[in-house]
C-alpha cells in the first residue's frame, strides 16, 4: 500500500527535557562566567573547526588557543600507522583499535600540556583536547552524525583527521572515517561522556545549539526507554527508482533515490526536542551510552555497544537492477576483516511491478567454471557481459514476499521493486561480481570483488534448496480477535527473528529484554502505546520504521486510518534458539 498524500515523516522528533542554546552568540553568553582556566573543546572528526574557533575567540577572548591538530604526528607517520589497517583496497579495509591519543606526536603532546598549563584562559580544541588538557575545568563536546559528514566529505569541506592532502574520491575519506576516525572518536566520546559538561551539536553550519551534559545525558536515557525513529537519509544510485520520492513528497532533485536509510544508528541522526529547539545528534550515542537500556543485556553480551539489526528500502521502481553480489560467511569476515558476524540479510517486497524479479541462488546444474570464467571476462574491457539468467535464479515477486539472503547466497534485486532489507549492521561488506556494466554516479566504474565473492559463494545452494529454504518460509506463531502472527525468517543459519503481523485490532507486543525494530509495511498508520503508560503514545506512518528499545517491556500496537495494517517486527534470537 503507498498513500495517495504523504504523511512519512521525514524528521521525526522526540521531546525531550532541558533547554537549548541556539546560535553562537547565545552559546557564548552561556558559557560566560563559567569560561576559566582550562576549557576542553573536543571536535568530532570533521566537525568545522574553523567555525569553532572563530566563534569562540570572539565570544570568550581567552587568552590562547591551541589547535590540537598541531601536535599531530606528520601526515606521513600517520599514513603509516593506519596502512596495515587500511591498505589498498578502494573500500575494505581491517577493523583495529587505533585512539585518538595514538595521532598525538608524544614529543609534541608534552609541549601541548605545557602551554595549556599557563595562568589565563586557554581554549584547547581539536579531536584529542581531553587528552592534551585531561584535567579540564570544563568540557565541551562539538558533535556530528555520520551522515553530515559525508555530505561534507562530498562537498569537499570536511577532511579525515591528520590529513592535508585530498584523497582521489569521497569514498576514499569514507572509507578511512569508517575504519579509524569515527571509531576512534566514538570510544573517546564513550569514556569521556559522564564529564562532558556542554554538547553541541555541529551538523549544521554556523546554526549550533547547545545543550548541558546533564540534559544530554538525560536525554539519551529517555530515548532508550520508549519508542523513537531516527531520522532517514536518501541518497541517489545508479539503479535508483522514483517510489519513494512519490510515496514519501521527496524533492524533485536529485534524478532518482536508491536508498533510504531508516534504521542505521551508526550514521542516522536523532532530532530531540528541547523545548521550542530542535537539537540533532548521532543516534549511535543512544546505543554507546545506554547499551543495556537501548539493546538489552544478552546483545551487549553478545555484540557489545553495537545496534545487530539494520533497516532500509531499496528502490528500483523505475531503475534498474542491483549490482549481482554475495555477502561473506563469518568465518572469512573474522579471518578477513576481524569482525565477529556478517552481513546475513533479507528482502522484504513493500512494492513490485508485475514481471518483477528477485535474482536468488543459483541453478541447479550449472557449470561452475564456466561461470567463474564469464564472470572474470565480464571485467575485461570490451568483454561480453555476464550471462547472470544462464547461472542465477529468477524468482517473481509480489508485495509481502519475503526473501531471506543469508551470507554466501548470491542475489540482487531486479528492477520494478521496493525492497525493505532487514540486515545484520557491517554494511559495507557488499562483494559485487557483476553490476551490468555501468558506471556509479561519479562516471567511474563501482568496485567489483570477485575473489572475495567467488571464496564466499555457497555453490550448494541451487534452485530447489533456494526455494525450500529461502522464499517465503511463512509459519503461523498465534491469533486472536483481529489479529494474527507468522513467523517469515530469518533462515536458521541468521540470528535475526521476523515476525508479521496482521491486524484490524490491537496488538499486544513484549520486547523480551531484546531491542525490537519494525516496519508498517502497509496501512496509513498505527498508534503504539504502553499499557502502563510509560511513554507517551507514539504515530508511526506506512513504511516507517522504529525502534522499541528493550527497556519498553510490553507495548500494544493499534491501527489508525485505512487498511489493511501489517507490522513487520525484527528481534535477535536468544542465542541457541530458533
Known amino acids: 500500500m503507498s498513500v495517495s498524500c504523504p504523511n512519512y515523516d521525514l524528521n521525526p522528533i522526540t521531546l525531550v527535557s532541558g533547554d537549548a542554546f541556539r546560535g553562537w552568540e547565545a552559546i557564548c553568553a552561556a558559557l560566560t562566567g563559567r569560561a576559566t582556566g582550562r576549557i576542553a573543546v573536543e571536535l568530532y572528526p570533521g566537525a568545522d573547526k574553523a567555525e569553532v574557533i572563530e566563534a569562540l575567540t570572539a565570544g570568550l577572548r581567552p587568552d590562547r588557543i591551541i589547535d590540537v591538530e598541531t601536535f599531530f604526528r606528520s601526515p606521513e607517520a600517520i599514513d603509516a600507522m593506519l596502512g596495515p589497517y587500511l591498505g589498498d583496497d578502494p573500500v575494505f579495509g581491517q577493523l583495529n583499535r587505533v585512539e585518538i591519543a595514538d595521532f598525538l606526536d608524544p614529543h609534541r603532546l608534552v609541549i601541548a600540556q605545557s602551554r595549556a598549563a599557563l595562568p589565563g584562559l586557554c581554549l584547547v580544541v581539536g579531536a584529542g583536547a581531553s587528552i592534551i588538557c585531561p584535567d579540564a575545568d570544563q568540557i565541551i563536546y562539538v558533535n556530528m552524525a555520520r551522515w553530515p559528514l559525508q555530505l561534507r566529505f562530498r562537498r569537499g569541506t570536511a577532511f579525515n583527521l591528520g590529513?592535508?592532502?585530498?584523497?582521489?574520491?569521497?569514498?576514499?575519506?569514507?572509507?578511512?572515517?569508517?575504519?579509524?576516525?569515527?571509531?576512534?572518536?566514538?570510544?573517546?566520546?564513550?569514556?569521556?561522556?559522564?564529564?562532558?559538561?556542554?554538547?553541541i551539536d555541529g551538523n549544521e553550519a554556523m546554526q549550533p545549539r547547545m545543550v548541558s551534559g546533564v540534559d544530554y545525558r538525560a536525554a539519551l536515557n529517555t530515548v532508550a526507554r520508549r519508542p523513537f525513529r531516527v531520522r532517514p537519509f536518501f541518497d541517489p544510485g545508479p539503479w535508483g527508482g522514483q517510489w519513494m520520492r512519490q510515496t514519501f513528497g521527496l524533492p524533485q532533485t536529485p534524478t532518482n533515490y536508491a536508498w533510504c536509510f531508516d534504521c542505521v544508528p551508526e550514521e542516522n541522526s536523532m532530532l530531540l526536542g528541547f523545548g521550542d529547539q530542535v537539537f540533532e545528534t548521532p543516534a549511535i550515542d543512544a546505543v554507546l551510552i545506554e547499551p543495556e537500556h537501548l539493546l538489552g543485556e544478552d546483545i551487549v553480551a553478545r555484540f557489545g555497544a553495537e545496534f545487530p539489526i539494520r533497516f532500509d528500502l531499496l528502490d528500483t521502481m523505475g531503475g534498474g537492477n542491483l549490482s549481482l553480489?554475495?555477502?561473506?560467511?563469518?568465518?572469512?569476515?573474522?579471518?578477513?576483516?576481524?569482525?565477529?558476524?556478517?552481513?546475513?540479510?533479507?528482502?522484504?517486497?513493500?512494492?513490485?511491478?508485475?514481471?518483477?524479479?528477485?535474482?536468488?541462488?543459483?541453478?541447479?546444474?550449472?557449470?561452475r567454471e564456466a561461470m567463474v570464467t564469464d564472470l572474470r571476462s565480464a571485467q575485461l574491457y570490451g568483454g561480453a557481459p555476464f550471462p547472470a539468467e544462464s547461472y542465477i535464479n529468477q524468482w517473481p515477486v509480489r508485495t509481502h514476499d519475503h526473501l531471506l539472503i543469508p551470507g554466501g547466497t548470491i542475489h540482487c534485486s531486479g528492477a520494478g521493486i521496493v525492497v525493505l532489507e532487514i540486515s545484520a549492521t557491517p554494511y559495507?561488506?557488499?562483494?559485487?561480481?557483476?553490476?551490468?556494466?555501468?558506471?556509479?554516479?561519479?562516471?567511474?566504474?563501482?568496485?567489483?570483488?570477485?575473489?572475495?565473492?567467488?571464496?564466499?559463494?555457497?555453490?550448494?545452494?541451487?534452485?530447489?534448496?533456494?526455494?525450500?529454504?529461502?522464499?517465503?518460509?511463512?509459519?503461523?506463531?498465534?491469533?486472536?480477535?483481529?489479529?494474527?502472527?507468522?513467523?517469515?525468517?530469518?533462515?536458521?543459519?541468521?540470528?535475526?527473528?521476523?515476525?508479521?503481523?496482521?491486524?484490524?485490532?490491537?496488538?499486544?507486543?513484549?520486547?523480551?529484554?531484546?531491542?525490537?525494530?519494525?516496519?508498517?509495511?502497509?496501512?496509513e498508520a498505527c498508534l503504539v502505546e504502553s499499557p502502563d503508560k510509560e511513554f507517551p503514545p507514539f504515530v508511526v506512518h506506512y513504511a516507517e520504521t522504529f525502534i522499541v528499545p528493550a527497556a519498553v517491556g510490553t507495548y500494544s500496537i493499534s491501527p489508525l486510518g485505512r487498511g489493511p495494517h501489517v507490522t513487520l517486527k525484527a528481534f535477535v534470537r536468544k542465542e541457541g534458539v530458533q
Open 163 to 199: 590529513t592535508q592532502a585530498r584523497p582521489d574520491s569521497p569514498a576514499a575519506l569514507y572509507k578511512r572515517a569508517f575504519f579509524v576516525d569515527w571509531r576512534s572518536a566514538d570510544r573517546l566520546k564513550t569514556r569521556l561522556m559522564r564529564r562532558i559538561d556542554w554538547v
Open 325 to 367: 553480489q554475495v555477502h561473506p560467511r563469518t568465518a572469512y569476515m573474522r579471518d578477513k576483516f576481524g569482525v565477529t558476524y556478517t552481513q546475513d540479510e533479507s528482502y522484504y517486497v513493500l512494492a513490485a511491478a508485475p514481471d518483477a524479479t528477485v535474482y536468488l541462488g543459483l541453478k541447479s546444474g550449472i557449470d
Open 428 to 523: 559495507i561488506y557488499t562483494f559485487k561480481l557483476w553490476d551490468w556494466g555501468r558506471l556509479g554516479l561519479d562516471g567511474k566504474p563501482r568496485p567489483i570483488h570477485i575473489d572475495h565473492g567467488l571464496a564466499n559463494i555457497a555453490w550448494e545452494r541451487d534452485t530447489e534448496w533456494t526455494k525450500r529454504e529461502l522464499i517465503n518460509a511463512v509459519a503461523p506463531v498465534a491469533d486472536g480477535k483481529g489479529w494474527r502472527e507468522e513467523r517469515t525468517g530469518l533462515h536458521a543459519l541468521q540470528f535475526i527473528e521476523t515476525r508479521r503481523h496482521w491486524f484490524e485490532a490491537a496488538v499486544a507486543h513484549d520486547t523480551g529484554s531484546t531491542v525490537n525494530v519494525l516496519n508498517l509495511v502497509s496501512g
